[in-house]
């Protein structure tokens, strides 16, 4: 052995001996000393060698990199270039003086041994005859000839061209900046060697570039289209024996220096890399099963030429060439199920995330059947890992997690492939499925356009449109976050919110209907149409399921039916430790190295431990919510029912729904109360007055529509219906004029008045709600609404009802239109005959036992709102005119004075004093005599004549008041009987 073959120990020897070797060697015929090439062979063989040994040798010193790859280029097209050796084996052996070993082997030992006694005896240096010379130069041949062994005859050696193969990947894995400014040059041969052995293999031409796409692609690698056991004979060939050494170690080359920068991914396609590669994948996705080994040739070739294409993908003149080869579309999508293979999935995601920047490739994607082979990964995602391992999740397609510059393309091409160099053997399986749920969630994202700057893609609605079928609205709505953690463990839960309803029935019914489409073709239209079953019944507006929203809101966002998991605990928790991630490892953050990471996994560790905000009551966007359902109550009760006059127009689950959504709105109200200058438009509120209409406006009421009676039922508004009737006809006001309606079946009225009764329940709720907006009070008080607040006390079909109607005008009558409505429409005698009702009440299931009960709140309400009314400055006057022709003037007094209390004190005594007469005899015969008044002008109003005044000399004759003379408030026989 030489010296420097002695010194280059695996510990010391550096790359710049190394590179002075190499050199050497490619031009030792030039050299003076002509022994010295022998020498610098063996060193070579020697270096690379123990070089590429990295299981005895890992992390073999390299100190100056570019001359040692500079070395390897020239050896590696000097290699390529050799010529077939003139001398046999035979001869060989004669010129050292050696016989060949039993089975024709010539022993390394024998050899060198030969060699070296007689270079000492014929060397020109110590031997000046002539012949010696030419005797050297001939035993340097022999040394040579056996040096190259049996496949000396035949020019280049694989196994030299595949220890420069692995020479340069492991100087492209270990020091991709230090080589990324240069150009790799090394593209023709490397691809030369791709397609020689393909060539020999398959016994088909080569594809060369400028051929058609998908038939250059077929060409290049002949077995990609051959079915069944013609293709796998093929494949088999193409992967056997020393070729697929080379072919290993050649297209692992590919991707490590393809992904190093944009620069060498162009230069590869400029190359005619593309269609080649293209052509090996087919080859080998047509032979692998989906539960192949990782380690296996088939499935590590495959890894590396997805790494290589998702590192085309992400240069748009290869977009555009890709776009022409749609079978190498099919084949990446069907990558993403090797699930034993997790770094050819990471791979095959991470390119179609780079193919979605180009809108024609997405929806290629789409029509290959991207979405069934992607939306199933999603569900892969382990709820219970480590908050340590969770953290430490990639995410390449982040902002958050690039924090890079838009403007900085070179780091965005970079960032995206640091996660590709990967173990192919995953220790965990369930953070690689994680994983692959992570770049899954990411890929449509990008597929459907709806990630952030700096990875934003063209907008595809038609994804869009089927990711929000297969996982509902508002799930599909957070792809668009830039960490998708919380979203896979929503997906992988099962939780009942506002916003989300999933469960493993939901993902099972997925699971079946994407698996469907895998083994018999994609149908994006049957995913955009896709429903599931256990949904059918619910009704969500604005991205909410209104039944969901409803129970939180009555039970409270903390109530026992809330079926959250523990698992959904952790989804505010993963955000914030993938943020923790983001800024522990952010360039030029306060941490780096060790500290950076331990810093995250520490953040990351007290965010799981944080309280989860997934059960919260409320929308993420409540004033969007708050527009929703009042646009879905004016689409159902304003436009397709006239203003509420015609509710036989919704279909019984409309209904409903509509009282559903008013609750909604009520529950939302009450917890946001910001939102009510939303409502401050009469566009805005008429929702709200139509709910009171059909309650109201019709007449005679809709409650005596029902048989006998029937008996009426008090359900709340979330309560099913099983149909709904027409009301009467809206007048242009929106009020009703119902004499002319025909009669209803007996259980459809009793069912209209039961739907009448609870919209106009709600829609009181929410208007006394709304007014405590000024501007909404402005914008609703009208004359049309007081008029059926009015026409509500006089023939209302609930007590609710009343108190409620009696409420609202209670705080509308410091309106000048209150009092007007009082006292030039008969609204004064409408409340009055609140005032003095005695006995059961007309609404259905009253009775005379719960009369007092169920009126003492509406009377005093109505005893209240007539003091406020009188006490009105423009109209007051004529209120109280008004009640002193029905009313002795001492009552009248009481109910101006108030407070309610009083005044219904007042009316249940005997009373005989100088201010006041009044005993049940009067009160009986004002109760008639206002009864049948209220009734008149209610059938008045009906015929939508609406001005009312009493007589010019009319005045309420009380029998027990005649011939009383009544003089400065006082009753003047009572004064003179008791003066005191």
Known sequence: MCSAARTCSPALMSVQPAAAVLQESASVGHHKHVGTGVELLHVLRYYLKNLCDEDTFRGWPVVDHIPLLQALMEQWRAELGRQPLAMSEAQACQTLGIAAGPGGVVSEDDMRRAYRALARRYHPDKNPSPEARAKFLQIQKAYERLQAGAAGGQGPQAWRLLLMLRAQCILFRRYPAVLAPFKYAGYPQLLEVLRSITQQTSGAPAATRGSAPDSAAAAGIAAAGQPGAAAAAGAQHFLSGDAVEQVLAAIELCWLTCVVSKRNAEELMRSGGLPLLAGLLSRCVGILSLDVAPTAAPAVITTHALRTLAGLAAVPAAQKEIEQHTQLLADIIKCCALLRAPAAVDAALVAICHLSASA??????????????????????????????????????????????????????????????????????????????????????????????????????????????????SLAARLSEPDPRPLLICLNSSLETAQVIWNSSMREELSKALAAQRSHGSDLAALQSFTYSSLA????????????????????????????????????????????????????????????????????????????????????????????????????????????????????????????????????????????????????????????????????????????????????????????????????????????????????????????????????????????????????????????????????????????????????????????????????????????????????????????????????????????????????????????????????????????????????????????????????????????????????????????????????????????????????????????
């Open 360 to 473: 024609h490739l997405q929806h290629m994607l789409l029509e290959a059947g991207s979405l069934p082979y992607l939306v199933p990964l999603l569900l892969e995602y382990d709820v219970t890992l480590s908050p340590e391992v969770s953290a430490g999740l990639q995410l390449p397609f982040s902002p958050s997690s690039a924090a890079i510059s838009t403007a900085d393309a070179d780091s965005l091409f970079e960032s995206s492939f640091r996660m590709l160099d990967s173990a192919l053997v995953r220790p965990n399986m369930q953070e690689a499925r994680s994983q692959h749920a992570l770049l899954a969630a990411q890929a449509l994202g990008r597929l459907a356009g709806v990630l952030q700057e700096p990875y934003q893609t063209p907008a595809n609605p038609a994804a869009t449109s089927a990711l929000s079928a297969v996982l509902t609205q």
């Open 537 to 980: 019944g619910e009704l969500q507006v604005g991205g909410v399921f209104v039944r969901v929203f409803n129970q939180r809101g009555r039970s409270g966002a903390s109530a026992s039916n809330a079926t959250v998991t523990a698992a959904t605990a952790a989804t505010g928790a993963a955000t914030a430790a993938g943020a923790a991630v983001a800024a522990a490892s952010a360039p030029g953050g306060p941490l780096s190295g060790g500290a950076r990471a331990s810093a995250a996994t520490a953040a990351a560790a007290g965010a799981i431990a944080s309280p989860s905000a997934a059960a919260a009551v409320q929308p993420q966007d409540p004033a969007g919510f708050c527009k929703a359902l009042v646009r879905y109550l004016y689409e159902r009760l304003v436009e397709r029912c006239y203003r509420g006059s015609e509710l036989h127009m919704l279909s019984r689950s409309e209904a409903v729904n509509v009282l559903e959504v008013l609750q909604a709105l009520n529950n939302l109200l009450e917890a946001e109360p910001r939102l009510l200058g939303l409502l401050s438009s009469k566009s805005a509120l008429s929702p709200m007055v139509a709910c009171i209409a059909p309650a109201a406006s019709s007449y005679p009421p809709l409650y005596e529509r029902t048989a006998n009676g029937a008996a009426g039922r008090r359900t709340d508004a979330a309560s099913g219906h099983s149909g709904v009737m027409s009301a009467a006809q809206a007048s242009s006001q929106g009020e009703v004029d119902d004499s002319s309606s025909k009669a209803e079946p007996a259980a459809d009225a009793a069912q209209l008045a039961d739907t009448a009764e609870q919209l106009a329940n709600l829609g009181l709720q929410l208007l006394a709600r709304a007014i405590a907006n000024a501007a909404v009070q402005e914008a609703l008080v009208d004359e049309s609404l007081l008029r059926q607040l009015y026409w509500l006390a006089v023939q209302p079909p609930s007590s609710r009802v009343l108190v409620g109607a009696l409420g609202l005008l209670r705080r509308l009558t410091g309106s000048p239109l209150a009092a007007l409505v009082a006292g030039y429409q008969g609204g004064a005698v409408l409340l009055l005959s609140v005032l003095l009702h005695s006995g059961s009440w007309a609404w259905p299931g009253a009775d005379a036992a719960t009369a007092a009960a169920e009126g003492a709140p509406a009377r005093a309400s109505a005893a209240d709102v007539l003091s406020q009314l009188i006490a009105q400055p423009t109209h007051g006057p004529r209120v109280k005119m008004i009640l002193g022709k029905l009313l002795p003037p001492g009552l009248v007094a009481a109910v101006a004075e108030g407070p309610p209390e009083a005044v219904l004190s007042a009316l249940g005594q005997n009373m005989e004093n100088p201010e006041c007469m009044w005993d049940a005899r009067m009160a009986a015969q004002a109760s008639a005599e206002v009864s049948q008044l209220a009734a008149a002008i209610r059938k008045q109003h009906a015929g939508r004549s609406y001005d009312w005044s009493p007589a010019a000399n009319y005045q309420l004759e009380y029998d027990n008041l005649r011939g009383e003379i009544y003089v400065g408030g006082v009753y003047v026989r009572l004064f003179l009987k008791n003066p005191k």
